[in-house]
Structures are given as C-alpha cells and as structure tokens.
C-alpha cells in the first residue's frame, strides 16, 4: 500500500546534507523515543502492539451496543472525537435509510439547543453513553455529560450503568473517580500517547467497531504503516517527503496550508488534520496553519482567494485513486444542455481533470503544489493514511524545532474560562 507524493517542485534538490542529517536524528528521536517530548511517543509502535484479546474485547463491547441501542453517543472534543468520527463520516455511506446503529458526537461544543434536541431525539430510541476524555477534566464534554448522564438515569434507572462507558486516564482525572464511583466500563487511552494521536487507542476503536466498521482491517493498515514508516529512507518515505516539502514550503515564504479534497467524505479527516498539525506545530511564534477546501464546492468561493489574493499559501491535495460508486456521462438525443461533448467521461475523471486544472492555475497563479493520492476509502487503506499523517506530523514538528506533544496555547483559554466563571481555585487578577 502507498501513499504518492507529488510536489510542484524538485523533491530531491531539497534534500542537503545538513537536512538528511537532521532527518536521520529525527528518525533515531522517535523511534528510540529519546525526541522531545518522548513521553507522548507512545502512538509511534502502538498499533503493532495490540493485542488480539483488546481486538476482540473491543468488538464484543461494539456488539453489546449494537444489539442493545439504536444511538451511541459519543462525548468528547478534539483528539478525544475528531479520529472516530473522521473514520465514521469517511466510511459512511449518505442517504441511506438503514437500521443500523448511529453514532451522535456531542461535547465538541455547548450548546443548550444541541442537547435539548439531542435528547429529544433519543426519547424514542434505546441508547448507550461513551465520554471520552483524556485528562477528565474538559468542561465542554462535562457539561455534555451532566446533562446526558442525568437523562440516562431518569430514562434507565439503575440499568443506566450498564448503558454508560467511559474511555479516560488509567490514573487520574475526575472523570475516572465518577466511573469507579458508579461502576461505568472503564476503557483506557495510554499514558504515552496524547489525545489528537489517540485514534487507534479504544478512543477511536469503540464507536468505530460500533458503527459496524471493520477495526481490524483498519488496525492492519496502520500495522503496516507502522513497519514502512519505520525504515529511514529520505528517498521513498512519503511521511518524510510531505514533512520536508511543507517545511520548505513554510521556510520560503508560505505559512499557510490549504488541504483539499474532491470527495465529501473525507471532510472530518481533514478536520482531524487541523486539529492534528495546528496543534502539534503551531508553537513558539512558528508553524503552518493549516486549512481546508472541499471542491468543487470551493472552487466557487475561495478559489477566488487562492488564485488571486495574498501570496502565503501552499496547496496539499488528498486524492482518492479508486472511487467507491461512480457514474458515467451519457449521451443526450438532444444535447440541450450542450454536455455530449463529455459523454463516455466518468465523474472521478471529471474530477481529476478538475485536479489537473486546478494544480496548474493555482501554480500560476503563486501557489505551490502538492498531491497526496491513496488507493482507496476503506478500514485497511485509512489506518494507513492516518498513521501515515501522524508520523509525517511528528517529522514537520521536529523539523520546526517544536515538540509535537503537547499543546501549551490550549491551556490559556482554559484557565481564562474557569476565573471568568469562578472555578474554585482559580482568580481573575
Ligand atoms: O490533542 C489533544 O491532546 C487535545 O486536543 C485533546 O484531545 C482535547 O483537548 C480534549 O482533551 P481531553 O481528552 O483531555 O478531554
């Protein structure tokens, strides 16, 4: 399985002495886990340490709640949502009137009208509860889960326990003391490894398997991954080849990442991208930010911007090789709409020529390229793409200066919040 790097430029006159160097000890630092911040390096070797009974114990809690519940709802915000529901939403197939299980996220932002709503709609529906929290102590997800944990009881009594799963710090946090307290399944997200690189820990693997999909195939492609990624090779490892053309791209002149997409599904891989890389990089006045496009939507509001505004963005497309539908144009008896000319064309070609074009205006116009293709949208292929994208963030870090892991910008808005709002412990000067 491969990821294709394609870049507007010359890959290999990149690559100095000084930079294969610095490359080599980035490499060494992960994975002797003596980087910075080798603490959070847990996530590097994790998927190939699972153990077939987690596998298995994880898919029999799925089952449970798929045989019991028509929703599962999921709580949490950031690393503790953002990876699921990427997987969830890019597997997910629209307009489908299934009986299947649907997973709901909620946590990820207050709002009043969201739970009443919420728990409206659950009214007619048998339900299981799983707040995921690393630390324990997030309000936002809190919140949610006052609310949603007062209604599991009203609704279910003293089953509710049994309807309630926590995924949370295997020592500490409030979140976890409530669990024992109450007697909720406990999941737990490793000491090592931090929430925006937890996807593949039961904070991403439960709703996941819950949702029907396959963990394993999706274990295996991150497995695989895993062991391409571990051999240094400037030459042919794309994590290597992405983390240095961004940093180049950044050094001369371009802070600012667009990702884009041509396929809908991928929206919320993209917004586990910017919450992977905004918060890994964007440190110590440094750091790209990173934003995203879906086309051909944006082609007919931002295109605009990236044609033709301000100098200081790069564009990184994610392509999908293999369509999982696609249709292809037919020939009108009348061509009233004058589109003949593109009978016999498929839509994914259509879209291609669409990258093609794109690529080269946007080059034209000042914005340099690059194209990221995988073959498909399934479990194996996204375990691959996504632990491909952590280890090419940990080298873009690296190559910045920067410790990946941990998110001292996050904090400052917390502890402003709890002296506004009076949080014992905290005064606003
Ligand atoms: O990547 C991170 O560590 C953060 O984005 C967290 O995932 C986010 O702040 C939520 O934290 P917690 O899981 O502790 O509630």
């Not at 409206?120 to 949603?148: M, Q, W």
């Not at 490894?193 to 937890?198: F, K």
Request: proline content about 3%; hydrophobic content about 40%; overall charge negative.
């Amino acid at each position: 399985m491969n990821i294709l790097v394609n870049y507007s430029g010359d890959y290999l006159q990149l690559l100095t002495p000084e930079l294969e160097n610095k490359l080599q000890a980035i490499h060494l630092g992960i994975h002797t886990k003596s980087a910075e911040g080798a603490d959070y390096l847990g996530w590097a070797e994790w998927p190939g340490s699972i153990s077939p009974a987690f596998l298995q114990d994880i898919k029999e809690t799925a089952e449970r709640i798929r045989s019991t519940s028509d929703v599962l709802v999921v709580i949490g915000i950031g690393g503790s949502y953002l990876g699921s529901k990427a997987v969830i939403e890019a597997l997910s197939t629209p307009f489908q009137n299934s009986n299947d299980l649907e997973v709901i996220f909620a946590g990820h932002l207050v709002s009043g009208e969201y739970l009443k709503q919420l728990m409206a709609y659950l009214d007619n529906k048998e339900v299981t509860l799983n707040i995921i929290s690393k630390s324990g102590t997030t309000t936002e997800p809190a919140i949610a889960f006052r609310f949603l944990q007062q209604y599991m009881e009203k609704r279910y009594g003293n089953q509710a326990a049994s309807r309630i799963l926590v995924t949370t710090d295997e020592e500490k946090g409030a979140l976890r003391t409530l669990a024992i307290e109450k007697g909720y399944r406990r999941y737990v997200i490793p000491g090592n490894i931090g929430g925006r690189y937890s996807v593949f820990t039961a904070v991403g693997l439960l709703p996941i398997a819950a949702a029907g999909h396959d963990i394993e195939k999706l274990i295996n492609g991150a497995r695989e991954a895993e062991k391409e990624f571990g051999v240094f090779d400037t030459n042919s490892n794309p994590a290597i080849q992405y983390a240095v053309i961004r940093n180049y791209l950044y050094d001369a002149g371009y802070p600012v990442e667009i990702m884009a997409t041509f396929d809908e599904k991928l929206i919320y891989v993209q917004e586990w991208l910017k919450q992977l890389f905004g918060e890994s990089e964007g440190k110590d006045g440094k750091g790209i930010f990173p934003t995203s496009v879906l086309y051909s939507t944006d082609l007919h509001s931002l295109g605009q911007y990236i044609q033709d505004g301000k100098r200081m963005l790069f564009e990184s497309f994610l392509m999908v090789e293999k369509p999982a539908g696609d249709l292809t144009v037919f020939e009108a008896e009348n061509d009233g709409d004058e589109l003949n000319y593109l009978s016999g064309l498929t839509l994914h070609e259509f879209n291609l020529a669409c990258h093609e074009a794109t690529k080269t205006a946007h080059l034209a116009g000042g914005v340099p390229q690059i194209s990221l293709t995988f073959e498909q949208l399934d479990e194996q292929h996204l375990g691959h793409l996504l632990y491909f994208y952590m280890m090419a963030c940990a080298y873009s870090a690296y190559l910045l200066d920067i410790n990946p892991f941990d998110q001292p910008g996050v904090e400052d808005y917390k502890s402003n919040i709890f002296k506004i709002l009076n949080k014992p412990g905290y005064i606003l000067l």
